[in-house]
């Protein structure tokens, strides 16, 4: 939970890195609570209503840590517009969240594996 906080918390930070347990713990909150919201839409017949609202609050906050965990990578915040490209995009993606950090200072800042929460 804390690492869901302190993405919230950092909503509109788009500088700086993010550790890939930050960036990770963070999609899966958001999935469970997508999923929970999707559940409760259907059975009180509200259509997407709920799910969609939690999708546009966590939209700044998402963008902030992908952003953030691209840089961790040392690659721009730029390469999220990948994932407008139809599959490649998303898997190219996905291995850049996947990859360690890289060791020490880079362009983006200090290396966040120093500085977790717990």
């Known amino acids: 939970m804390n690492w869901y906080l302190t993405v919230l918390k950092r909503y509109t930070v788009f500088s700086g890195r993010a550790a890939r ?22 059975v009180l017949g509200l ?12 939209l700044l906050p998402s963008l902030g840590v ?15 517009l990948i994932s407008f490209v139809p599959l490649i995009g998303i898997i190219v993606l996905l291995v850049f969240t ?18 977790l929460p717990v």
């Open 21 to 42: 347990t930050e960036f990770w713990m963070f999609a899966l909150f958001n999935f469970i609570v997508s999923l929970i919201l999707s559940v409760v839409d259907n």
């Open 47 to 58: 259509g997407a209503l709920l799910a969609s609202l939690y999708s546009l609050a966590v």
């Open 66 to 80: 992908g952003i953030r965990r691209l840089h961790d990578t040392g690659r721009s915040g730029w390469w999220l």
């Open 98 to 115: 996947i990859q360690d950090s890289q060791p020490g200072d880079n362009q983006y800042g200090p290396n966040p594996k120093g500085s």
